[in-house]
């Protein structure tokens, strides 16, 4: 079966701080594919990145940067240099391989809130 | 524009009500699905549909109903038998397996801006 887990529920720094998010997940499957997503108050969330089971590269996008190992099934995401803006719900999430079944689950999420 | 609407943005139910939220999308994906988002509980997916005409339940199916009788749509109902309805719901698509133009977007949800349904 598949499932994620984000165990920090609620993470509170100060602006300009690095902060990371943690995401674990299991998967039988061979192929997959991990996401982050950014939910602002508005609520609609937002991708920021998908991540397939064979590009074990990080990745550095401004800001942000994702850390993926398969050895600790985790995929972690950073930001750097943390923004008031940066402040919203971030969820981690792992779909099968797309030829079968389309299910994405989703973890908890990890609200953020970045102080002034 | 392409994406996906979601309608209404705030939904009233009266007991023993059955209501339906909207979903459109014009982003020609194949695959569609519901989800519900309680605080705390992160998002759960309810049905989801990889093609027309047929659908699968998620993991927080009873009390819902969808139907997918054409590719833009995937109304969501939620029956007088969900008891506890209150919840945010969104709706996302994505290419799905049949949708091999762009693979670099083909395994991305696309979401709506979500129902807030309230109970009565």
């Not at chain 1, 997503?37 to 397939?52: A, C, W």
């Not at chain 2, 939220?21 to 014009?26: A, R, T, V």
Request: hydrophobic share 30%; proline share 3%; glycine share 8%.
């Amino acid at each position: 079966a598949q499932k994620v887990t984000q165990a920090q529920t609620e993470i509170s720094v100060v602006e300009k701080e690095d902060v990371t998010l943690d995401c674990v997940y299991e998967t039988r499957d061979t192929t997959y594919y991990l996401f982050w997503y950014k939910q602002p108050p508005s609520g609609e969330l937002v991708f920021l990145i998908r991540r397939n089971s064979f590009d074990e590269q990080n990745e550095i996008s401004g800001r942000y940067s994702w850390n993926f190992q398969k050895s600790t099934s985790s995929f972690n995401f950073t930001i750097t240099a943390s923004q008031v803006v940066d402040s919203a719900v971030y969820f981690c999430a792992l779909s099968g391989p797309m030829n079968r079944d389309d299910k994405i689950i989703f973890g908890k999420g990890t609200r953020l809130h970045i102080l002034p | 524009d392409g994406g996906i609407t979601q309608s209404p943005k705030y939904l009233f139910r009266k007991e023993g009500q059955n209501v339906t939220l909207s979903c459109e999308q014009n982003l020609n994906h194949d695959a569609m699905y519901w989800y519900r988002q309680d605080p705390g509980q992160g998002l759960r997916l309810i049905y989801y549909s990889q093609i027309v005409n047929d659908f699968q339940k998620g993991d927080i199916a009873e009390g819902y109903s969808v139907s997918r009788e054409k590719k833009e749509s995937f109304p969501l109902t939620v029956t007088s038998a969900q008891k506890n309805p209150t919840a945010f719901y969104l709706c996302a698509s994505r290419g799905g397996w049949g949708h091999k133009i762009d693979r670099s977007t083909n395994e991305k949800l696309f979401f709506g801006s979500g129902t807030q349904l309230s109970v009565l």
